[in-house]
């Protein structure tokens, strides 16, 4: 049974940083491209990073581009967020996902399982 666990949410104030991590069991971690993804209130979820399988390419959503870095640890099965000068904006549950495809992709359909979701607030 795959799962997807993540944590690292909470509340931040505009500017500070977060990190996020999922970890990941029950598939072979190294074979998935990994991505997060977000979902603020009353929106639709978004793309926000993705990083391939071996951790040497990643892709980012122009709105995160230069404050977050997405990074992955096959040893420990583990995807990171790191997540730098936040703003109001940014808040959302965060989602990571799991895609088999073998190259980095953007489109949500194309992720095969999902975390439950954490959820960051960032105060103004």
């Known amino acids: 049974q795959v799962q997807l666990v993540e944590s690292g949410g909470g509340l931040v104030q505009a500017g500070g940083s977060l990190r996020l991590s999922c970890a990941a069991s029950?598939?072979?971690?190294?074979?998935?491209?990994m991505g997060w993804f977000r979902q603020g209130p009353g929106l639709e979820r978004e793309f926000v990073a993705a990083i391939s399988r071996s951790g040497g390419n990643a892709e980012y959503a122009d709105s995160v581009k230069g404050r977050f870095t997405i990074s992955r640890d096959n040893a420990k099965n583990t995807v990171y967020l790191q997540m730098n000068s936040l703003k109001f904006e940014d808040t959302a549950v965060y989602y990571c996902?799991?895609?088999?495809?073998?190259?980095?992709?953007?489109?949500?359909?194309?992720?095969?399982?999902w975390g439950q979701g954490t959820q960051v607030t960032v105060s103004s």
């Open positions: 996902a799991a895609d088999d495809l073998g190259f980095i992709t953007r489109r949500s359909r194309a992720y095969d399982y």
């Open positions: 029950g598939l072979t971690f190294s074979r998935f491209v």
